[in-house]
């Protein structure tokens, strides 16, 4: 690698140099455009600690559609991105990082490390999926003509056996994953202590929060689903205390090999708790879950983009068999969820409008631009910057809770994919005549608020959620590829939701903690290029 001095000219030239690859490698302009400008900041923020006499490389690599801008400057330790006031905690820099929006420190060997990893334009998930829904169709159609012993090959001897191979490789990604994204999440809380009470009891009321939006919504959407009942309708309570002790497992390895999604859970909680009272004693045990995490989000990422594939032989092998009827049975779903998330929202708009005396239709009308955001791309990381501005400018929240409560909250609150869970369970619970019990709907509650809190955000984690909540609500795996299909529809309309319950949300945390401009969130919005009276 070029060593070159930390010269105006040399920061110069290697910005637009940056900016040039990126444009290259298809980096998205605005997002091509802030790596530019954050790459010459940091620069010139070692330039004036280490002068112009220091020597940095840089080094820009791209493996398997990952970008990584890399610079190396020798030196005393010195991390450009610390906030002054020490309000920045680790768990922040790595969800921003995770993310795109902010650079890596490291400091290793004596060498002061920043990696930049900006996310490269991606084809919208909706137009792939549409597009292999409506091939699969075709070729279905076209399939049909064909000798009954070509359609038994194609069947049971092509299709079926690809279908199978997925399916089993979402089961063997889906027990790890969830296992480290809960075991990792946990540790990282104890980060939040550099937040103080703020981190703490916005995570506590983000959990609280989930469980009692969920119930109001399990209770709309039941009615359009016709359960078949069992366990004689009453109440067991010996039957629900029996599902309870199964959450606890007999050993540490039983619940992967047998796939017990809840033994699962309650391992990856245990040892998420048992490495955060450690603290500095299990930090070798911290770094091999993080970067494992790391490690099986990765594999997951690079099979999510076989899911249009997958989504077009599972719609061909229906329509080639005797299952496409599937389809038309789950009319009610889509509705169902849409009523489950009103009834969220409305709940949150009239818990704000009320007790913070602002009105309902001015506190909309700020809300709507990442509203419409996330409605239309599906996409929590495309609202991100939106998100951050409404919260701040507009509802009047502290700068210190948007900085944390925003990129935590797109992570781990998410009630409206818990509602859309929920859904899905009823739906497909009819469709195959499973029967429903008071435990049965008392573990679909859980089970359903569980994954939406520890399914990661990245492509294809709901795959091994619906893996996870078909086992537990013994539901059959030929479900999925019906659920995969609709489920790229209803994301579109969960992600609006869950983006709208987390600026309502914060606005109450803001308050409780007296971290709210109210004046600022009752007046009402003005338009670019407006001037305020007076």
């Known amino acids: 690698m070029e060593q070159l001095k930390l010269t105006n000219e040399n920061i ?53 559609h990952r970008i990584r801008l890399e610079f190396f400057l020798e030196g005393e330790r010195f991390d450009p991105f610390a906030m002054e006031d020490g309000s920045e905690s680790e768990i922040l820099r790595g969800l921003l990082a995770n993310m795109g929006v902010l650079p ?11 990696i930049f990893t900006p996310k490269k334009k991606k084809r919208s998930q909706m137009t792939s999926l549409f597009l292999s829904v409506v091939l699969a169709f075709l070729a279905g159609g076209l399939c049909r003509l064909l000798p009954a012993a070509v ?8 299709i079926g056996p690809i279908f199978n191979r997925f399916m089993g490789l979402l089961s063997a990604i889906a027990g790890p994953m969830i296992f480290l994204s809960v075991a990792w999440g946990i540790y990282s809380i104890g980060d939040t202590a550099t937040m103080g009470r703020v981190g703490k009891k916005m995570i506590g009321r983000f959990l609280l929060m989930s469980v009692l939006l969920t119930l109001p919504a399990c209770i709309v959407m039941m009615p359009f689903f016709s359960l078949k009942s069992g366990g004689g309708g009453a109440f067991d309570f010996s039957e ?18 047998e796939g017990n999604p809840l033994q699962i859970i309650f391992v990856a909680v245990m040892i998420g708790i048992a490495m955060l009272l450690l ?41 080639m068999g005797s299952d496409f009827s599937l389809f038309l049975h789950t009319y009610k779903l889509l509705p169902a969820m849409l009523l489950g998330d009103i009834v969220i929202m409305a709940i949150y708009l009239v818990l704000v409008s009320v007790r913070r005396r602002v009105k309902a239709g001015i506190l909309l009308k700020k809300m709507f631009p990442t509203f ?65 019990s008071p435990v049965w709907m008392a573990t679909a509650f859980l089970i359903a608020i569980v994954l939406a809190v520890a399914a990661p955000p990245i492509p294809g984690g709901a795959l091994t959620c619906y893996t996870i909540l078909f086992v537990q609500l013994k539901i059959p795996m030929e479900a999925i590829a019906v659920t995969i299909a ?49």
């Not at 309870?244 to 540490?252: K, Y």
């Not at 070798?284 to 990765?298: D, K, M, R, T």
Request: glycine share 8%; proline share 2%; aromatic share 12%.
């Open 279 to 319: 603290g500095s004693k299990a930090t070798a045990a911290a770094a091999f879950v993080e970067q494992s995490n790391y490690i099986v989000q990765l594999i997951m990422e690079a099979v999510s983009s076989f899911v249009p594939l997958f989504v077009f032989g599972s719609v061909l092998n229906l329509m």
């Open 151 to 158: 359609q038994n090959f194609l069947v049971n001897d092509f």
């Open 104 to 114: 890596v420190w490291q400091y290793k060997n004596g060498v002061n490390l920043i």
């Open 240 to 257: 629900l205390f029996q599902m309870v002790l199964d959450i606890v497992p007999g050993n540490f390895f039983t619940p992967f090999t």
């Open 12 to 64: 110069g030239m290697v910005s637009n140099a940056s900016g040039e690859i990126l444009s290259e490698w298809r980096v998205e302009a605005g997002n091509m455009i802030r790596v530019r400008l954050a790459v010459e900041e940091t620069l010139l923020k070692y330039q004036e600690i280490f002068g112009e006499e220091c020597v940095f490389s840089k080094k820009f690599s791209r493996r398997f």
């Open 372 to 436: 419409f955001i996330a409605l239309t791309t599906a996409s929590s990381s495309a609202a991100f910057g939106a998100n951050m501005e409404c919260c701040e400018k507009d509802l009047g929240i502290d700068k210190k809770i948007v900085n944390f409560g925003v990129p935590l909250g797109q992570v781990i609150f998410m009630p409206g994919v818990s509602a859309m869970f929920l859904a899905v369970g009823f739906c497909m619970a009819e469709i195959y005549g499973v029967t429903v």
């Open 486 to 534: 609709l489920n790229v529809i209803l994301e579109f309309f969960t992600t609006a939701a869950d983006l709208f319950c987390l600026q309502t949300e914060l606005v109450e945390l803001a308050a409780s903690l007296d971290m709210l401009d109210e004046g600022r969130l009752r007046e009402t919005k003005r338009m670019p290029g407006s001037r305020r009276a007076g």
